[in-house]
């Protein structure tokens, strides 16, 4: 499941695919970014482009997308509370985030932890 998917936001709709991702970020050096997000949320819909971009700009990193209100209980487990919520995912292990629609944010924190991760 990786080169069709290299440079896109790929949107998890079920807990096995959920899981799948969650594994790679067990990859030595691999970087997933989930992105939390909801139909329903104004900045989620704002910053969609710019993830879409983030994705294509860093295709050695995992960009996934995840529906807080079609896999619940992923959300819940992260403890999500605010749209969108992006976590950084490396060896398994949460080592960043964001909360809010913070570009200049998000994009220094996929850039340094990327670089990490093209380094090896």
């Known amino acids: ?6 440079g896109q936001v790929i949107g998890c709709h079920s807990l096995d695919a959920f899981k799948y991702y969650m594994e ?9 970014v989930i992105n939390f997000t909801a139909t329903w949320s104004g900045p989620c819909r704002l910053i969609t482009p710019v993830v879409a971009e983030l994705a294509k700009e860093f295709p050695q990193v995992i960009f996934i997308k995840v529906d807080v209100d ?4 992923v959300s819940i487990d992260f403890r999500v509370d605010g749209m969108p919520t992006f976590l950084f995912v490396k060896e398994g292990i949460i080592v960043d985030g964001v909360v809010g629609a913070r570009v200049e944010e998000l994009k220094s924190k996929t850039n340094l932890h990327s670089a990490v991760t093209s380094s090896a």
Request: glycine content about 0%.
């Open 70 to 73: 079609e896999l619940r209980t």
């Open 1 to 6: 499941m990786a080169s069709s998917e290299e």
């Open 24 to 32: 790679k970020s067990n990859e030595p050096n691999q970087l997933v």
